[in-house]
């Protein structure tokens, strides 16, 4: 029997648009909101593995895009890109309920991690996380599975773990964690096969 949960962020609890920022700033800049988007998009991958600080991220980010607003602004139209996935919230409240260990490994960075532990609540379920940004390496590489499962003391083969990525779940299975990959339109079903196997 799985002796905890492993959950992914984006797309799973929470779906995420950068456009809506692209959207939000496309007045300040001398670009379109989809030539935003491409411009900055490049300063994500360092950003999420801690080689740029939030910092030095909206400086560069400022400088490709041509950005002639507030910083303060700029940083809260980043921030704020995300839409809970409510059954998936749901879900996790009712396998924290039975006493099932939640844990999260997601690809993510010092700009979004405050905004959505303090603005949803879900987030204090978890018992322990590993941020990407915070460990220097992204899924689906393979040192980021295993400093989560030493770092989280968990059993891979007792804990499910959920990413809607294909090639994270097969990254996760390698680890020898129990991958499913999540699909939105396939909810229920997914939901289904991990309640039994916990209960």
Known sequence: MPSAALFDIGNVILFFDFGKAARKIESLCPFSAEEIFQKVQPLTPPLERGELTPGEFFDHASQRIGYEGDRD???????????????????????????????????????????????????????????????????PDREIYRITIETLGIDPAQTIYIDDLPENCEAGSEAGLQALRYDPANHAAIRQKVTASVS
Do not use: C
């Open 73 to 139: 602004f700029l940083r809260e139209s980043f921030e704020d890109i995300f839409e809970l996935n409510q059954p998936v919230v749901d879900w996790i409240e009712e396998l924290d309920a039975n006493g099932v260990p939640l844990f999260l490994l997601s690809n993510t960075n010092g700009i979004h991690v405050p905004f959505f532990e303090s603005n949803y609540e879900v987030f204090s379920r978890f018992q322990g996380r590993i941020y990407s940004h915070e460990v220097g390496t992204m899924k």
